[in-house]
């Protein structure tokens, strides 16, 4: 597997200790620290490899607060550099008065959906105690994981890489797409077309499903369910695909179908075969699986009462159809089954400026099948550190077939879900 190496960026304003850090972490002076502002000029990069994370590129950057046409030209390269990182230190003096610069920082790297962990560097032993009013004057630092340690003391080494390798997700975390796939094995992939199907590709989760299982040696079936047919309860349909899998000289060990198809495949896929769902793939896919965590959301409907409110959260403005899950399917059903709750919507980037997150009872996320992990992350982030549960549209919609069909899907997920009944 190629490895990648991770790049690691540091910043924040001049003094603060960010090329103590840079020391700190490559244990070498591989930076000039000096109490001159401004010290630090181009940005001095460091290839490391850290124990846990594998290979990792350190940006040491100039700080970003300097006036003049020197620090204007700082600036622009540490802002540059920004984009290039998968995560930000954002190391903080919380002795300072303004934190302007610690505003921006924050704000631009959320806003290019980076990791972020923030580092507060304890310059006197008493300075820990003014880390909340840090937080006060800054809120959106309260959304990130944070470690207080003196950047010049060579023992909080191992704490701020445990505290990294704790947080911080890797590019090189592998990841399988369909875990349990075996090799010479028939996966059947359900994909039940219609007139606004497009012509000329498969959709982004059924190419991959494709492709991942024939790079295992095992073979991908499609298979074209008529929805509108089996919906209306036309045997001929269910007869179709019963003949198809008996045309099989051994059992599939797995359909992976449309979640649209879900009220029809919970039912018509045998005992000995197992079923799960494209969306449910990608979902654990993109959050680096963290399913069990989207599964676990579900349960938030259970304690849901009149007032609640519950999001909907979609990540990119996708052309909506008749039957759109997002705004249509999802409030008729809770319409239906939890009249007296709102459902509010959310729908591209402005999510991580919804100040109102901690508000919603529940947020059902959408299939995510456009976006980043990157993106992804920085919203479950958002919702894990405020403690507000979320799940996905596949979840949701196997939910909506029973308990029974929930637990299904997440079966060849080993996720056991044990739901209120
Ligand atoms: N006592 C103490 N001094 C520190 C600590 N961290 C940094 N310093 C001192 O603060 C000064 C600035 O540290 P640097 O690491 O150079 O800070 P910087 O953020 O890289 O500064 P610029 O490159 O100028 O932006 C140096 O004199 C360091 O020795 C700390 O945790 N405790
Ligand atoms: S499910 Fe995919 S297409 Fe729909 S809003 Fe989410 S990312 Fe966009
Ligand atoms: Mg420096």
């Given amino acids: 597997m190629l490895v990648e190496r991770d790049h690691i960026g540091i910043f924040g304003k001049m003094n603060c200790g960010k090329s103590s850090i840079m020391n700190l972490l490559t244990q070498q002076q591989t930076s000039i620290v000096d109490p001159t502002p401004g010290t630090t000029a181009d940005t001095k990069i460091a290839l490391q490899e850290i124990h846990g994370l594998g290979p990792v590129k350190l940006f040491d950057t100039a700080g970003l607060d300097e006036a003049g046409e020197l620090g204007s030209k700082k600036r622009a390269k540490g802002l540059s550099d920004l984009k290039e990182c998968d995560l930000v230190l954002l190391v903080i003096d919380p002795d300072t008065k303004s934190f302007a610069t610690e505003r921006e920082i924050l704000a ?67 990841m399988e797409l369909l875990p349990f796939v075996e090799r010479e094995e028939f996966y059947i992939l359900n994909i039940p077309m219609d007139d606004e199907t497009p012509p000329g590709r498969y959709l982004r989760p059924q190419a991959m499903a494709e492709e991942y299982i024939t790079r295992r040696w095992a073979y991908p079936i499609s298979y074209r369910m008529d929805l509108g047919r089996a919906r209306n309860g036309d045997a001929a349909e269910r007869r179709r695909f019963e003949a198809f899998l008996g045309s099989l000289n051994r059992r599939p060990k797995a359909i992976i179908t449309d979640s649209q198809a879900m009220d029809l495949m919970h039912t018509w896929t045998p005992d000995d075969v197992m079923l799960t769902t494209f969306s449910i793939m990608m979902i654990n896919y993109i959050s680096r699986g963290r399913l069990a965590r989207f599964a676990e959301g579900i349960k938030a409907l259970d304690s849901l009462r009149a007032g ?29 089954h939890w009249p007296g709750v709102v459902v509010e919507h959310n729908f591209g980037r402005e999510f991580q400026e919804n100040d109102r997150l901690s508000s919603y009872k529940l947020v059902i996320h959408c299939g995510g099948c456009m976006i980043s992990a990157q993106k992804l992350l920085a919203r479950i982030r958002d919702l894990d550190s405020i403690g507000v549960p979320y799940t996905n549209y596949g979840i949701f919609l196997a939910y909506t077939q029973g308990r029974a069909a929930l637990r299904q899907v997440l079966r060849p997920w080993h996720i056991d879900y044990a739901g209120v009944d």
């Fill in 108 to 174: 631009r790297a959320r806003e290019q959906d980076k990791q972020i962990l923030v580092i507060y560097n304890l310059f006197q032993s008493s300075s820990g105690q003014r880390i909340p009013l840090v937080e006060e004057s800054v809120p959106l630092l309260r959304f990130h994981q944070k470690i207080g340690l003196a950047a010049v003391d060579p023992v909080c080494r191992q704490p701020l890489l445990n505290f990294i390798v704790a947080n911080f997700v890797s590019k090189n975390c592998k």
């Fill in 308 to 336: 609640d409110k519950i999001l909907i959260a979609e990540a990119c403005n996708h052309s909506r159809i008749a039957e759109d899950i997002g705004t249509v399917q999802i409030p008729r059903f809770m319409k239906r």
